[in-house]
């Protein structure tokens, strides 16, 4: 079973719009960790956002904001006023406490489009 | 500038070849990894340097051998590599294997296996 899915390969919004990247995870673990990074076609995975499984509040950073629902174990990712420059793939990621290394699992990704 | 450092950048190599990807963190990081990235798949992790000792090797063809002489370095040797192996090798950091500490990465080398 995939640790976590992200179920839309692209999205398209205009400048100065919000999207919202969803983001699903399964673990057993209760101590873990979420982020999000982005790829933009130079190819360097930028972090976004961070979210504990313990964090009572949603992570922002910024425009960015995750949408953080425990018992659904979805952790989404809201970008406020899309900006051209935010073009780019989306990875959705956990590490759990229990794996050896603790090594950060990767979604598919979604490829995000801003138009002007 | 994110302070991990990969060279080269590209890479064409053919199959009988040998060469080395490298990989340097200035960011006092105690944990280096190995990801590689091929279209349309999800990063997937090849290997991962805890306090320089290797701790999980995810099946990885003996083609591909890892090198971690200190904590700041850490190589990728390649040899007799398939066209499939045509990919985006990542390398990344991280302070600590805890949950709440993420990765670090560098830029990739882009890696095309003729």
């Not at chain 1, 673990?27 to 964090?55: A, V």
């Not at chain 1, 995750?66 to 793939?89: C, E, P, T």
Request: charged share 15%; with cysteine; net charge neutral.
């Amino acid at each position: 079973a995939q640790k976590i899915t992200q179920t839309q390969p692209g999205m398209f919004v205009q400048e100065k719009e919000a999207v919202t990247l969803d983001c699903t995870y399964d673990t057993s673990d209760q101590s873990y960790g979420l982020f999000w990074y982005k790829q933009p076609s130079s190819g360097e995975m930028i972090f976004l956002i961070y979210q504990g499984s313990y964090d009572e509040q949603n992570a922002t950073e910024g425009r960015y904001s995750l949408n953080f629902q425990k018992a659904r174990k979805s952790a989404n990712l809201v970008i406020s006023a899309s900006q051209l420059g935010d073009s780019a793939m989306y990875f959705c990621a956990m590490r759990e406490a229990n794996q050896a290394g603790t090594a950060l699992i990767f979604g598919k990704g979604t490829t995000l489009s801003v138009s002007s | 500038e994110t302070g991990v450092t990969q060279t080269p950048r590209h890479l064409v190599m053919g199959m009988t070849n040998k060469k080395s990807l490298k990989c340097e963190q200035h960011l006092g990081h105690n944990a280096m990894y190995w990801y590689k990235q091929s279209a349309k798949k999800p990063l997937e992790l090849m290997f991962v340097y805890s306090l320089e000792e290797r701790v999980e090797n995810n099946s990885v063809p003996s083609r591909f051998s890892p090198e971690c002489p200190n904590s700041s370095h850490l190589f990728l040797h390649l040899h007799t590599l398939q066209p499939e192996d045509s990919a985006l090798y990542l390398c990344a950091s991280s302070q600590d294997s805890a949950v709440n500490y993420g990765y670090t990465f560098g830029s990739g080398t882009r890696l095309t296996v003729v």
